[in-house]
């Protein structure tokens, strides 16, 4: 009754939408104040979400920033180390 | 202590005295020097106006190593390729911002009114000079008391506390630019 259900498609790769991410690292010198404010004026997040993303740098050590394509995570990582933030990119898994 | 306000008309103000400007522009100056791309000698001409320095390499010092980061720590050949394509455009912005601090010092008095578009140069100046001078004392979140109380006669003491007063201005713009 299934058997054609069971012929199912080919196996295909999921494609995965997004699969970069942007990190941004803890430190001791960047104010707590500026990378909420960077957060709001690069990424455009509100003052919440900034400041969640701060305080998830500053507890856990580092926080998801943003997630993309590969080039669109070189765009945010060179943005972030022009306003003096340490930040990687990576592969998300 | 000065600190930055706003005018009345919104424009942003800095209140220095003589001796802070002077710092100031020694700050501005040696920052310029420190972020300044190496002259390109065998390189690639063409490549230069484009931003791509082919013979950027992991920074030895610290302090360069901290403005201008790894951005893919676990992958040295992508992090020298991304670091050959970025670092020579992100030294030329920072100069540009030392730059801009520059001719806003460069009025007289003691009032130094920014122009609009100078502010993120400002603010990504006082960090970058931050992170510089951070970097060399090796501040860590634990051992400012520690910094603060070193004897006049380290060096570090008084780097602590032109980064102490760097910190203070820098907190001033980013409190008067959150909405």
């Known amino acids: ?93 | 202590m000065g600190g930055f306000s706003k005018s009345l008309t919104g424009r942003v103000i800095l209140r220095v005295d003589e001796v802070e400007k002077g710092l100031l522009v020694s700050l501005a100056d040696q920052v310029c020097e420190f972020v300044s791309p190496e002259p390109h000698g065998h390189s690639d001409p063409l490549a230069a106006i484009v931003g791509i320095d082919m013979d950027a390499e992991f920074p030895d010092d610290p302090a360069m190593a901290r403005l201008f980061p790894d951005a893919y720590p676990d992958d040295p050949e992508a992090a020298l390729d991304f670091r050959r394509f970025t670092q020579r455009s992100l030294q030329e912005a920072k100069l540009a911002h030392a730059r801009t601090v520059l001719q806003s010092l460069s009025k007289s008095g003691e009032k130094v009114t920014l122009g609009a578009g100078d502010v993120p140069s400002w603010l990504g100046f006082l960090n970058d000079a931050r992170l510089a001078i951070g970097t060399r004392i090796e501040i860590t979140e634990d051992n400012h008391e520690e910094l603060a109380d070193l004897p006049e006669d380290d060096p570090r003491h008084g780097m602590f506390h032109v980064y102490d007063w760097l910190t203070y201005l820098q907190e001033s713009l980013v409190q008067l630019l959150l909405p």
């Open chain 1, 1 to 93: 009754m299934s058997s054609q259900l069971d012929l199912a498609l080919p196996e295909t790769e999921v494609v995965v939408d997004r699969p970069w991410i942007t990190l941004v690292w803890n430190d001791p010198i960047n104010l707590m104040s500026y990378v909420t404010y960077v957060f709001m004026e690069y990424f455009k997040y509100d003052r919440a979400k900034a400041e969640l993303l701060m305080m998830d740098v500053h507890e856990k050590g580092r926080a998801v920033v943003s997630n993309g394509t590969r080039e669109e995570m070189e765009r945010d990582v060179t943005a972030m180390h022009g306003y003096g933030l340490w930040a990687t990119l990576k592969k998300d898994d």
